[in-house]
């Protein structure tokens, strides 16, 4: 498919287990979004990468959380010891070029994460 | 601080019908104001990009305005179908090197037949 691709779509785990979710942006695409959606509420910034770099990750709500991104292509955003509150929807979204330049954010359908 | 209110919350119209959805903001410095189409269960798909010097843009029944002035937007829809039943999300991305979007919470459109 043409389009940005995340996995898993849905993942159930024990409070205090690590989780790694998986975004594959479109091919080409150097700006690639992570944002986490809680139930009812708008979408939360996390970090944003600039091909395999990430000039911002003020949004990241604690240290538990850490995001890479190799090849400027992939890019797996790590929760460790989840707790309850991490409960929530996690997209990616991948554009050609960085915001600022008027350019569309293609998202993916999101990884559903609950925790147990 | 940076912040993108969105009204009403929700609605609900005939399908047929037309309506507006409002979004106002705080943002500053101005980059560019998106409106997004979030179906349920989906991930936002991007309607229209207005940039300071655009007073509206359009993607078929959908229009959108902006008045830099106000900081103000709208999203007009005209002759609705009940697939457009879904969230509507207000975006407005942060000039300079930030690079940052700060999204609004959305109006929840329902489109009954």
């Known amino acids: 498919g043409a389009g940005v691709s995340q996995s898993p779509s849905n993942k159930v785990t024990e409070k205090g287990k690590d989780v790694e979710l998986r975004c594959d942006p479109i091919?080409?695409?150097?700006?690639l979004y992570w944002y986490r959606q809680r139930l009812g509420q708008g979408l939360e910034f996390l970090i944003y990468?600039?091909?395999?770099?990430?000039?911002?990750k003020s949004g990241l709500p604690s240290d538990r959380f850490s995001a890479e991104r190799t090849g400027e292509s992939v890019s797996t955003l790590t929760i460790q010891r989840t707790q309850q509150e991490d409960s929530a929807v996690y997209l990616c979204?991948?554009?050609?070029?960085?915001?600022?330049?008027?350019?569309?954010?293609?998202f993916g359908d999101g990884t559903r994460l609950s925790i147990l | 601080k940076n912040q993108v209110e969105q009204s009403p919350q929700s609605l609900i119209i005939l399908e047929g019908k037309n309506c507006t959805l409002q979004?106002?903001?705080?943002?500053?410095?101005?980059?560019?104001l998106r409106w997004y189409k979030q179906d349920t269960g989906r991930g936002p798909v991007s309607l229209t990009i207005?940039?300071?010097?655009?007073n509206t843009k359009s993607n078929g029944r959908y229009t959108a305005t902006l008045d830099a002035d106000t900081k103000q937007s709208s999203l007009h829809i005209t002759a609705s179908q009940l697939s457009d039943s879904a969230s509507y999300i207000c975006?407005?991305?942060?000039?300079?090197?930030?690079?940052?979007?700060?999204f609004g919470t959305g109006t929840l459109l329902a489109v009954q037949p």
């Open positions: 091919s080409g695409h150097t700006a």
């Open positions: 990468f600039q091909g395999n770099s990430a000039p911002d």
């Open positions: 975006v407005v991305t942060v000039g300079g090197a930030t690079n940052k979007l700060i």
């Open positions: 979204a991948s554009s050609l070029r960085l915001p600022a330049f008027n350019q569309p954010q293609h």
């Open positions: 207005m940039t300071f010097s655009e």
């Open positions: 979004c106002n903001y705080t943002v500053s410095p101005f980059s560019n």
